[in-house]
């Protein structure tokens, strides 16, 4: 069975970006990590892609992991199965996975990294746009390869995207709380403002009007997007005095778990009096008490479709651009109850 970087990575208790890095001897890896990698390398068998005899230099692809601040792209299990799911089909198509990260908080000389990247031709650049503002995107405008960005639509702007169906996420998940009774919804989403999770808020204000409910700025609760910075938000705001709505929609899993747990040290037990729905359908979904209803997302398969969009597609379209957003699913579990007709 041919070892991949993320078997390493799980032996070594790191991240596979990590792991492509110590092992392609590029920076940001200690040595001490770097001798601890490919010791393990070594003894568990790994065998790097080498391009074909013949094959040109440009044979690999770059992931570039962009971040702003970080609290959104970290090692979760989330990313790690999209960067498995990338690295796994450039195997299948001969080639070899590069990973770069850029840190714009932490790296001053992140512009001229980025020059140096989009100077360079390989066979492309998935750029992580998790994080991406528009300005930043505009840092890659003039790559020299095929470029593709994940996990972030860019829908005004001319680039290649393959991403989930943030809005549809949101209105799924709002209609699903309207059909078990529910009235009173609230969102729950990041302080921190980023695409994603602003089409989710999209969808779940337009599934509230389509049932001539109301937005208001008491249905959206803002919290940071990390399970403990959730927790300690959404505890300061149940201690201001805020009251919560009967249901909400969570936009990631991570957000909604760390809620739950200030909703149950305040009082509030999920679903008898406040029912939730998340998203991504993370393996914390079911670790938690009651299990979490969620929105599912296809993230190997995105991984996947990107790579091929990015090494099949992009070379062919000149004067358009393409956007993909892959489907999702709700996922019901145990913590959305059904409201009788006087208790909506």
């Not at 962009?66 to 299990?77: A, E, Y």
């Not at 005004?156 to 009173?184: F, I, K, P, W």
């Not at 979904?285 to 099949?312: D, K, N, Y």
Request: with cysteine.
């Amino acid at each position: 069975m041919k070892i991949r970087v993320r078997d390493i990575a799980i032996k070594a208790g790191v991240s596979p970006a990590t792991v492509s890095n110590a092992l392609n001897g590029r920076p940001g890896v200690s040595k001490e990590n770097t001798r601890q990698i490919l010791k393990l390398a070594e003894e568990m068998g790994y065998v790097a892609n080498k391009p074909a005899k013949g094959a040109p230099e440009r044979n690999y692809v770059r992931l570039v992991m962009f971040k702003r601040h970080g609290l959104v792209v970290m090692d979760t299990q989330f990313f790690m199965e999209l960067v498995e799911s990338i690295e796994r089909e450039c195997q299948a198509q001969g080639h070899e996975l590069m990973i770069t990260h850029i840190h714009i908080a932490q790296d001053p000389d992140y512009k001229e990294r980025i020059r140096a990247i989009c100077a360079e031709e390989c066979a492309g650049i998935l750029l992580l746009g998790t994080e991406m503002y528009t300005e930043d995107l505009e840092l890659f405008a003039h790559s020299a390869s095929p470029l593709v960005a994940l996990d972030n639509l860019f829908r005004h702007e001319q680039v290649h995207a393959v991403v989930m169906n943030n809005y549809d996420a949101g209105y799924q998940a709002t209609n699903a709380l309207y059909a078990a009774g529910h009235r009173s919804i609230g969102n729950i989403t990041s302080q921190v403002e980023f695409s994603n999770m602003r089409y989710r808020r999209k969808g779940y204000e337009a599934a509230l009007r389509e049932h001539g409910l109301t937005v208001t700025d008491e249905s959206i609760w803002r919290v940071t997007p990390t399970l403990d910075g959730a927790y300690r938000d959404m505890r300061a705001l149940l201690d201001s005095g805020r009251k919560p709505q009967t249901a909400f929609f969570a936009g990631n899993d991570i957000m909604a778990v760390g809620c739950m747990r200030a909703l149950a040290e305040r009082g509030y037990s999920v679903p008898t009096d406040v029912s939730l729905i998340g998203m991504d359908d993370t393996s914390i979904c079911q670790f938690c008490t009651p299990p979490l209803s969620t929105i599912r997302v296809f993230r190997q398969e995105m991984g996947s479709t990107a790579v091929r969009t990015l090494l099949g597609l992009v070379s062919k379209l000149h004067y358009c651009t393409l956007k993909t957003e892959l489907s999702v699913t709700l996922v019901e579990r145990g913590s959305v109850a059904a409201l009788a007709g006087d208790a909506r």
